[in-house]
């Protein structure tokens, strides 16, 4: 199949070449251009840590020119710049494409849904709970791709289309997703911001001094109690709306081939194996920046319309933005646009599984 990529990071890097691998032909668009500039003139994608190998992917000039020549798109960004690629390519897509979130945040399938619908189209939107990658982009060319996860958690909008959308995820990625149902599964299925949250909190002076360090060491005892805590408050808004998602322990355990145990430990473990990652060497790391309003504060919403307040995760984001002075509830433009708010907690169910209305 031929797959538009829309970034140019790590984790685009990294999904451009497990799909090449896999025997697919990938495009990438930065909207910027200014990452995909080498990869433009015929210099090679080179991979290497748990995908070894050089990979030549072609390169759009516009969000345009990726949909008119790609079957299936993946948005593979920071989800602060979603609702922006979101509004470059929903006016190409066709009745016969798919999109792909990897991973989804803030109900981006939503949005691209209503945007999509007031064209009159309906297509597959597959929202991954987490990436099939993880890694760090060593330079414009080149990619260290840390794991290949074992499993990844999926949801199709509108539901009736769940069929195709994890077929087209098989076909592309290998046999490594579970279909969760629906879009507030995978909602609530992405560790990333709680954990993130936790690790910054837990390691924010190392990050500002520009420190090398080690994140899966850093997850100490305490640091690692806290992220158990704050899965629990994940764990009973899902619960309490009766969704099957998984847990802070199977995470890391499919994701880093780790024998479950305490999180501190299976960090610990991930370390000695040589897989604990890099923390971030900077205050402005996605982190904050994007798992701050596009994850803590989506998480927190759903717990209010739930009646299960997320008392952690409210108190992450006024720590956060009082640490940067920022207000992170305003910055987040899907939510924003979407009007969350003014939902009840049964019209966003309803929409979870079915999308926006076609207009008659």
């Known amino acids: 199949m031929r797959v538009g990529i829309v970034g140019a ?20 668009w930065s ?32 969000g345009k020119d990726l949909a008119a020549n790609t079957e299936v798109l993946v948005i593979a960004l920071p ?36 945007l999509l619908a007031t064209r009159g189209v309906v297509i597959p939107i597959v929202a991954w709970g987490t ?54 599964a995978i909602a609530l299925s992405n ?10 909190l837990g390691n924010m002076t190392r990050m500002e001094r520009g420190e090398t360090w080690s994140q899966g060491q850093n997850v100490t005892p305490k640091v690692g109690r806290l992220l158990e805590r704050l899965d629990q408050e994940r764990i009973a808004i899902a619960t ?15 994701s880093f081939h780790v024998p479950i145990s305490s999180i501190s430990q299976m960090n610990q473990e991930m370390h000695a194996a040589g897989n604990g990652g890099s923390g971030p060497s900077t205050a402005d790391t996605r982190y904050v920046t994007e798992d701050v ?22 108190s992450g984001i006024r720590i956060f933005s009082a640490m940067y002075d920022r207000d992170f509830t305003a910055e987040n433009d899907l939510l924003n646009t979407l009007d969350l708010d003014a939902m009840s907690l049964d019209e966003l169910m309803t929409l979870c599984r079915n999308g926006y209305a076609v207009a008659a």
Do not use: W
């Open 9 to 28: 990071g790590s984790i685009a890097y990294g999904t451009a070449a497990l799909v090449e691998q896999q025997g697919h032909k990938v495009t990438l």
């Open 31 to 62: 909207p910027s251009g200014e990452r995909t500039r080498a990869l433009a003139t015929g210099e090679a994608l080179v991979a290497q840590g748990a995908i070894v190998g050089s990979f030549h992917p072609a390169v759009a000039t516009s």
């Open 79 to 114: 989800a602060y710049g979603h609702k922006a690629v979101l509004d470059a390519i929903a006016p190409h897509i066709t009745p016969e494409q798919i999109v792909i979130f990897s991973s989804h945040a803030s109900f981006g399938a939503l949005y691209l849904s209503r």
């Open 131 to 184: 990436t099939a990658v993880t890694g760090r982009q060593l330079s414009p060319t080149s990619v260290n791709v840390n794991t290949v996860r074992k499993q990844v958690d999926l949801a199709t909008v509108p539901v009736s289309q769940s069929e195709r959308g994890l077929a087209v995820c098989k076909d592309l990625f290998g046999d490594r997703f579970l279909d969760r149902g629906d879009l507030m």
């Open 191 to 200: 560790l990333n911001p709680q954990n993130h949250m936790g690790i910054a």
């Open 240 to 254: 309490k709306l009766g969704l099957d998602v998984r847990n802070i322990f199977q995470h890391f355990h499919l």
């Open 293 to 314: 309003p596009f994850g803590l504060v989506m998480t927190a919403k759903i717990g209010r319309l739930a009646g299960c307040p997320a008392e952690l995760h409210e």
